[in-house]
């Protein structure tokens, strides 16, 4: 009996073994249940057992084998899809649905064994078959199960984001319309000031734990790119941040109108990251210096301070994410943040095609040099 005949007529066994094995496989065994582990399965076989029978090319085989078989006709969504979507729905994990597939696979190749009491050279074939129709399957609901997570999880950052931003914008507005009001007087002034500035860093950090998950999802930060001058989002960031800290020293050399296609809220981001981050570490009197050249390829922005130097153990991973609160680029105190400054101002940099350079010695001080393509590679 040829193995496409074997699965239509023992499709109930290997359902039942399948269960039976599926429970068995870590981490599968803890949620399981028939309904569960029986969705979808009678079409999956379904499939398998008619592709058996289909002629193949060794183009086709190898495209299946790496789970890259053309759609199947007149199907939107195949059985497989549509197990991943339920088990993405269902609260499965991805390790739990690659288990069920693990069992699908060794209980008919088991069952179909003990059926012809041993394999000869001509099972060969068929057993080659069935393990690329098996990867094909396991790659379309892996892919599935991995689109709808991913759209699943974005919905809920859209939804986390909007509901924590509006309330907290609500007391941003109100604690800075009464602090621009000039009529509080102490201790209510000091404590307005104290509300202000933490719902601005609650704001900002939200913004970072956003942008963090979001490039952990796969698809990285999105930027829109729009012509824009490098010198002038420079200008306006120091002036900002010099705002912030009266008694710190910027200096500033942007004179070159260095301009190109770069999305202007995320680069003007990653400069204030950059920047506060020399501002914080650069020493209390030490000066910063802030230099925009550039070139026909790419415009360049190095920040430099004099402050305590990075060690090279520290460089290797400074643009990692999470870091311990004294690595730097995680500011303690009232400007501190969830230690994702760096990180982000990478990804953004990345995202634009370019790259951030990090030099650091006791000598000559601590330089970051941001590389920004003009134009989209």
């Not at 307005?192 to 930060?221: C, K, N, P, W």
């Not at 809220?265 to 570490?281: K, M, Y």
């Not at 004099?306 to 643009?319: H, V, W």
């Amino acid at each position: 009996m040829r193995l496409s005949e074997f699965i239509l007529a023992n499709r109930e066994p290997i359902l039942a073994e399948w269960e039976a094995f599926a429970r068995t496989c870590s981490p599968a065994s803890g949620s399981m249940n028939i309904e569960a582990l029986r969705d979808h399965a009678n079409d999956m076989l379904t499939v398998i057992a008619a592709d058996l029978d289909t002629p193949q090319n060794k183009t086709e085989q190898q495209d299946k084998s790496e789970g890259n078989a053309p759609p199947v006709a007149n199907a939107d969504v195949t059985a497989a899809q549509e197990h991943g979507a339920g088990r993405a729905e269902s609260g499965f994990s991805v390790e739990q649905m690659v288990a069920e597939f693990r069992a699908l696979r060794a209980t008919v190749i088991r069952l179909w064994n003990k059926h012809l009491g041993g394999f000869n050279a001509e099972n060969i074939e068929d057993i080659t078959r069935f393990n690329e129709a098996i990867d094909q399957a396991l790659a379309e609901s892996v892919s599935r199960y991995t689109k709808d997570l991913d759209n699943s999880k974005e919905m809920f950052l859209a939804m986390l984001g909007h509901d924590l931003r509006s309330p907290l914008g609500a007391i941003t507005m109100s604690s800075h319309f009464m602090l621009d009001a000039g009529e509080l007087k102490e201790p209510n002034l000091t404590l307005t000031s104290r509300v202000a500035s933490s719902a601005d860093r609650m704001q900002r950090m939200i913004g970072e734990l956003l942008d963090f998950t979001r490039s952990r999802l796969g698809g990285g930060i999105p930027i829109e790119r729009e012509e824009m001058s490098i010198d002038k989002a420079v200008h306006d960031v120091v002036e900002e941040i010099t705002g912030a800290h009266p008694d710190r020293t910027i200096e500033l050399d942007a004179r070159g109108g260095e301009k190109g296609r770069w999305d202007c809220a995320r680069i003007t981001q990653v400069l204030s990251n950059i920047i506060g981050n020399a501002v914080e570490h650069g020493g209390a009197s030490g000066a910063v210096s802030v230099t925009v050249t550039g070139n026909d390829a790419e415009a360049i922005v190095a920040v430099h301070n004099r402050g305590p130097f990075i060690s090279p153990d520290q460089l290797n991973g400074i643009f990692g994410p999470m870091k311990g609160k004294h690595s730097p680029g995680n500011a303690t105190g009232p400007t501190g943040n969830l230690g994702l400054g760096l990180y982000i101002a990478e990804r953004i940099v990345s995202a634009h095609g370019g790259r951030i350079e990090v030099q650091s010695t006791e000598a000559k001080g601590t330089t970051f040099t941001i590389h920004l393509p003009r134009s989209e590679r």
